[in-house]
């Protein structure tokens, strides 16, 4: 049974920042494209990041315009974990953040797995 858990989320100012943890378990961790989506309240869910990973090219990453620069993905495929580092949040990154596995990159929210989401606000 595949499971992915999130953590990290909270109440933070405008400017600050977060570190979101996603641990997975239930699944060959290296072999999946890991990914972030948020989905503000009212809006529809969206694609913020996602790494994937394979034994001749490493690791690579993928971003949303909107978080490019303030915002970082990694792995770490030996504690099956993918972190979201999130810096100078701004009020309008405020959303439910989730974590989600699938063997392809994409940023549609068709990823075969998810978490159950963890809440991140930001005040202004």
């Known amino acids: 049974q595949v499971q992915l858990v999130e953590s990290g989320g909270g109440l933070v100012q405008a400017g600050g920042s977060l570190r979101l943890s996603c641990a997975a378990s239930?699944?060959?961790?290296?072999?999946?494209?890991m990914g972030w989506f948020r989905q503000p309240r009212g809006k529809e869910r969206e694609f913020v990041a996602a790494t994937s990973w394979s034994g001749w090219s490493g690791v690579n990453t993928y971003y949303a315009d909107s978080v490019k620069g303030r915002f970082t993905i990694s792995r770490d495929n030996n504690k099956n974990t993918v972190y979201l580092q999130m810096n100078n949040l701004k009020p309008e990154d405020t959303a439910v953040y989730y974590c989600?596995?699938?063997?392809?990159?994409?940023?549609?929210?068709?990823?075969?797995?998810w978490g159950q989401g963890t809440q991140v606000t930001v005040s202004s």
């Open positions: 989600a596995a699938d063997r392809r990159v994409g940023v549609r929210d068709t990823y075969e797995y």
């Open positions: 239930g699944l060959t961790f290296r072999s999946y494209v």
